[in-house]
């Protein structure tokens, strides 16, 4: 079982608390992983959305989403399940444009779907010639009228093949480099999935392309231009809770190899009573407690507001992702053979968290956040 001690920290409300008693008592019940991917996926957006849990992921009438709130439900999830952490993310991320700039009418359109599980949402922005570099994207959207025609295509798309929508980013030549894009919702069947990517651990991934894609004048997500912005603050209120999934791996990590090293015969003793098995459970927990102190001291600073926490963001995103990678080779190490066996948990974990310190920012952009913050004037 999780260590659940952090919950006393003062970080949280009793909602937050509440909150994670009921996360880990639907994990004790999550629907069965058997299955074919897609299906898999689409199950466990459904059983979120009608446990109730999606709501977290969509802004209500006048508040953001608690980012607290997604930090818990991210890592309690992603401690026993890395796809159910995926689904819940996702839901948040590729609705996130809509939350927090969409109008009256897209609002009531899309994000009770989004919550209920009834759509899936994806966040479009990634593409094959220039990765989520914004100042070189190519996809473009025109003006016809009272149209748009969107042209182009997006690469490592998660859930492209079985989204309902796409929140894209285009450019609409407002500007040069990053200044001239603007955010459109694109239905699902408007879209052609060229390709499904297959990763180390796997996720509904594709590669999308928009060919002559019309969309009525009111499917643009704020004002055109503004693309660039919504793209970063919608990637900024969910950055914190990639840490937090990596956490939750970490978490999980850390717990199966003090179990393994308890059991494991090793002469006339166990695995734990080594002294160097002892240092390395020790570093490891340390590592996880280091990343659990940044990752919800940014949420709580998200929440509260009036604190601007980018560096925070950025130090909780990098330490949790880097140090869960650590944690998770040790465990694997500690479990020798066994630890690259299929079907053993630690050689799942193995594979789910490399991802996380690319996505959403990588590893060396997070470090160029943080030393751009710490050298700027009365930094």
């Known amino acids: 079982m999780a260590d659940r001690t952090f919950l006393s920290w003062p970080f949280f409300e009793p909602t937050h608390r509440k909150l994670a008693d009921d996360l880990a008592r639907w ?21 979120l959305g009608a446990a109730g849990f999606l709501k977290l992921c969509v802004a209500s009438a006048d508040t953001r989403p608690d980012v607290r709130s997604l930090a818990i439900a991210r890592e309690t999830l992603a401690y026993h399940s890395g796809l159910a952490d995926f689904a819940f993310a996702m839901q948040g991320l590729g609705s996130g444009p809509i939350s927090l700039f969409g109008t009256i009418e897209q609002k009531r359109e899309w994000l009770p779907r989004v919550a209920s599980g009834e759509a899936i949402a994806a966040f479009a922005m990634t593409e094959p010639g220039s990765g989520s570099d914004a100042a070189n994207m190519q996809t473009s959207a025109m003006r016809d009228g009272n149209e748009w025609v969107l042209v182009g295509e997006k690469n490592y798309i998660s859930n492209g093949g079985i989204a309902d929508f796409y929140v894209t980013f285009a450019r609409t030549g407002e500007g040069e480099g990053s200044r001239g894009l603007s955010a459109f919702i694109v239905p699902a069947d408007l879209v052609t999935v060229n390709e499904r990517i297959d990763i180390i651990a796997p996720h509904p991934l594709g590669r999308i392309g928009y060919d002559n894609v019309r969309l009525p004048a009111q499917a643009i997500v704020g004002e055109p231009g503004e693309g660039f912005r919504i793209a970063m603050e919608t990637l900024n209120l969910f950055r914190v809770t990639v840490g937090a999934a990596a956490l939750g791996f970490a ?41 659990a102190l940044l990752v919800y001291r940014a949420a709580w600073q998200q929440d509260i507001g009036g604190i601007s926490n980018r560096r925070a963001a950025a130090m909780a995103k990098l330490h949790a992702t880097e140090s869960a990678q650590a944690v998770v080779d040790a465990a694997v190490q500690l479990h020798g053979g066994a630890g690259v066996t299929k079907g053993v948990k630690v050689e799942e974990l193995y594979r789910e968290i490399r991802s996380l310190r690319i996505y959403e920012g990588a590893s060396e952009v997070q470090r160029q956040i943080i030393a751009r913050d710490l050298l700027k004037p009365n930094s």
């Open 251 to 291: 978490r999980r990590a850390l717990g199966d190899a003090v179990s393994f090293a308890q059991a494991r015969r090793l002469g006339s003793g166990t695995l734990s009573d080594n002294a160097v098995t002892q240092a390395k459970l020790a570093d490891m927990a340390l590592a996880v407690d280091a990343s």
């Open 27 to 47: 994990c004790e019940s999550m629907p069965a992983s058997e299955g074919e991917l897609d299906d898999r996926c689409r199950t466990l957006v459904r059983e």
